[in-house]
Nanobody, 130 residues
Framework: QVQLIESGGGLVQAGDSLRLSCAAP????????MAWFRQPPGKEREFVAA????????YYADSVRGRFTISRDNAKNTVYLQMNSLKLEDTAVYYC???????????????????????WGQGTRVTVST
């Protein structure tokens, strides 16, 4: 079981920023497409952002496009989610996901589906208050 470890969550006010990090073994980070999903209280898990293995293909949910930025630093074995202009509706547990042994690029239909990923972290909670 590959372990992805999220960090960076916390309690912030609306309009603030947070950066989430997802650390994984080097062998996984360098061979995987990576993504962030979230599960708001009482709701289903939903896609947030994804980045292909080579960093070229990047996808965002409509609800976060323009506010969130996903990036990867393979040298540091880490994937990031920079979240700006946070809203109350961004409150959720955020999960990092990875799909190993993928091609360098990725298609939208696959990379935005939780079922496509085969590794998950335990989640980090983000709470946005007024």
């Amino acid at each position: 079981q590959v372990q992805l470890i999220e960090s960076g969550g916390g309690l912030v006010q609306a309009g603030d920023s947070l950066r989430l990090s997802c650390a994984a073994p080097e062998s996984i980070i360098t061979s995987s497409a990576m993504a962030w999903f979230r599960q708001p209280p009482g709701k289903e898990r939903e896609f947030v952002a994804a980045i292909s293995r080579n960093g070229i293909n990047i996808y965002y949910a409509d609800s976060v496009r323009g506010r969130f930025t996903i990036s990867r630093d393979n040298a540091k074995n880490t994937v990031y989610l920079q979240m700006n202009s946070l809203k109350l509706e961004d409150t959720a547990v955020y999960y990092c996901a990875g799909r190993s042994a993928t091609g360098l690029t990725g298609i939208y239909a696959s990379m935005t589906s939780g079922a496509w990923y085969n590794s998950w972290g335990q989640g980090t909670r983000v709470t946005v208050s007024t």
